[in-house]
């Protein structure tokens, strides 16, 4: 695994239309180093594989095993954008509210406007800038299929 990309491995259910369906595995990423005592690793193991409509380049089809990697800087960017600019908007959007009434109730308004601002400016954002949504890359690792244990 390469320093700067996040990886999982999948394999490919379905080709069709220049998409393929892949099933990817529910354990966790290991890219940060937590391993085995990953949080989100622990709530994800015994689930069924997610399967994610991804697309598709190459002579990949239905049985190959594939890598599905993402720069991490990108989904850095793209959590910046979905996590912290929304937070910070609703307490900007809450001070302005506490500014021009004083109330309880403006400073709520102010607040869900602020988010839901922070929502549609994030939307038409990664709708302007096609950098800002990360897109995963499918890597072939090999072509013969072996089902994962929890589908």
């Given at each position: 695994m390469s320093a700067n990309m996040i990886e999982h491995r999948g394999v490919v259910q379905r080709v069709e239309a220049g998409k393929a369906i892949v099933a990817m595995e529910t354990a966790g990423c290991s890219s940060c180093g937590q391993g085995s005592s990953c949080g989100i690793?622990?709530?994800?193991?015994?689930?069924?594989?997610?399967?994610l409509t991804l697309p598709v380049s190459g002579d990949i089809k239905a049985g190959d095993f594939v890598m599905i990697?993402?720069?991490?800087?990108?989904?850095?960017?793209?959590?910046?954008?979905?996590?912290?600019?929304?937070?910070?908007?609703?307490?900007?959007?809450?001070?302005?509210?506490s500014?021009?009434?004083?109330?309880?109730?403006?400073?709520?308004?102010?607040?869900?406007?602020g988010f839901l601002g922070a929502l549609a400016v994030a939307r038409v954002a990664i709708g302007l800038v096609p950098g800002?949504?990360?897109?995963?890359?499918?890597?072939?690792?090999?072509?013969?299929?072996t089902a994962f244990p929890k589908e």
């Open positions: 690793g622990k709530m994800a193991s015994g689930r069924p594989a997610t399967l990697a993402l720069p991490a800087s990108r989904l850095t960017l793209s959590a910046l954008l979905g996590y912290l600019f929304p937070a910070f908007a609703m307490i900007f959007g809450a001070w302005l509210g500014l021009l009434d004083g109330s309880d109730g403006a400073t709520a308004l102010g607040a869900i406007a800002l949504m990360p897109a995963p890359q499918l890597i072939p690792i090999s072509n013969q299929s």
